[in-house]
């Protein structure tokens, strides 16, 4: 490259650049060059580099040599007198351009940068990348702040709602304890009020009968001794048809005193079921709290136009009194028993001509476990409960039912009264052929 075609090139460039051969002549500079050194064109024109600097000769020949030698870019430093007196440090680039021949040296083009304006351009760019990772970092610490408040106030939103819930839950367990307590007490009172009555009548139907074996014994005797009675006392005979009267009335007074048996048995089943108030736990006969809340749900049992007859088959082991809450144990027995006949009642309505296909039944067994735990299983073979559901059965307010017909606590309190209240374990086991519910409790409370 020749002055003229560098010329051309250079001039357009911001750069600082001159031409120089090996032996330091400056062949050319463009005007960048010219104005950083405080010189005209002109007057740098036949100059020697080292006219320049401060470096010594030998220094500035060596560089020149090391540029025309490689291939690649050779940096160094070099100080510049301008023309004003001032020393300039500048970084200077240098390559060949032109390899050198018999005829002529290497030319090299050399690139000045101001260190000072370089340092300064550093200094402002990391002035500015300081300045964006502080912003940067800010921003983070801002956003984490923001993150941790999102997060907090979700989790406090989420302990309200579970707070929420739980007064909620809390609420209607205490109307549900007040509802159940209330019932006790009118149960209670209304087993008593029927009880008296009906010991009453019991109590006489005894003699009554006596009386009534008394009165036909004396009549037969009658009959015996005097075969042949007047004629008022034979159309009276015939008009009350004695002989059926005598055989009757001895039936009407047993089934007169069968019941008021009967009466005497759901009295009982209504003072067992009612213990809901008791506070304390008692050592309680469980099959006793079974069969009264049988006795109670008995009517739900019996066959009806739309279904036909509840089978109950219990199945129970000889176990020791247990210390529990009796009433509360007996609410627990009405709730599972009541979902199953709904289980039962509702694979009814599903099936057609079901007096043919299907015998609805529910199973009670208990058995002895460890001699430490009693087990109680109500089993019954209606509709099984999905999967999706098993997993929520015990869950508050959870419910399968109409609108109107379940509250989702049943179960609920249930599962609270057996776990809690008495340290066992409720759980179920259901498919397509039914449901069991399993209950365990220890026989000793601790």
Excluded: W
């Amino acid at each position: 490259m020749n002055p003229e075609e560098f010329l051309t090139i250079a001039r357009v460039l911001p750069e600082p650049l001159l031409l120089i051969n090996t032996q330091g002549d400056i062949l050319s500079t463009n005007h960048a060059l010219a104005k950083i050194l405080n010189y005209k064109r002109s007057e740098l024109r036949n100059k020697l580099l080292t006219d320049l600097t401060l470096e010594s000769s030998d220094e500035i020949i060596r560089y020149l040599q090391a540029c025309s030698k490689s291939r690649q870019m050779i940096v160094t430093s070099l100080n510049f007198c301008i023309n004003n007196g001032e020393t300039l440090s500048c970084r200077c680039e240098g390559a060949v351009i032109q390899p050198s021949s018999s005829s002529h040296p290497a030319i090299i083009l050399l690139r000045l940068e101001n260190l000072a304006s370089a340092n300064n351009q550093f200094t402002t760019l990391n002035d500015k990348i300081q300045k964006l990772i502080a912003e940067v970092r800010k921003r983070k610490q801002v956003e984490t702040t923001l993150r941790k408040s999102e997060l907090d106030l979700r989790k406090k939103a989420e302990n309200l709602e579970e707070t929420l819930k739980k007064l909620k839950l809390t609420q209607l367990k205490l109307i549900q304890s007040e509802k159940m307590s209330s019932l006790g007490q009118m149960v209670a009172g209304v087993a008593h009020e029927i009880n008296n009555p009906v010991s009453f009548v019991y109590s006489n139907l005894v003699p009554a009968c006596e009386y009534a074996q008394d009165l036909i014994k004396i009549i037969e005797l009658y009959q015996q001794h005097y075969p042949e009675p007047v004629e008022e006392i034979q159309e009276e005979i015939e008009a009350v048809e004695l002989d059926f009267l005598k055989e009757d009335f001895v039936k009407l007074l047993d089934s007169m005193q069968n019941g008021t048996e009967r009466i005497k048995e759901i009295v009982l089943s209504l003072r067992n079921f009612s213990r809901l108030d008791e506070s304390e736990f008692k050592q309680v006969d469980i099959h006793e709290g079974i069969d009264s809340t049988l006795l109670i749900l008995q009517n739900r049992f019996k066959s009806k136009p739309e279904h036909p007859e509840i089978a109950i088959i219990k199945q129970y082991s000889s176990l020791p009194k247990v210390d529990c809450y009796a009433g509360q144990l007996n609410q627990v027995f009405m709730n599972i028993l009541v979902n199953a006949i709904d289980a039962l009642e509702d694979k009814i309505n599903k099936i057609e001509n079901i007096n043919k296909t299907f015998n609805p039944q529910i199973k009670v067994s208990t058995e002895l476990f460890d001699n430490q735990n009693i087990v109680i299983r109500i089993a019954n073979n209606g509709s099984g409960i999905p999967p999706n559901v098993q997993s929520k059965l015990f869950d508050p307010f959870f419910t399968t039912k109409k609108v109107g017909k379940g509250t989702g606590l049943g179960l609920s309190i249930s599962y609270k009264i057996i776990v809690d209240k008495h340290h066992g374990k409720l759980s179920c086991e259901s498919s397509d052929e039914g449901t069991e519910f399993i209950i365990e409790i220890p026989i000793n409370q601790k």
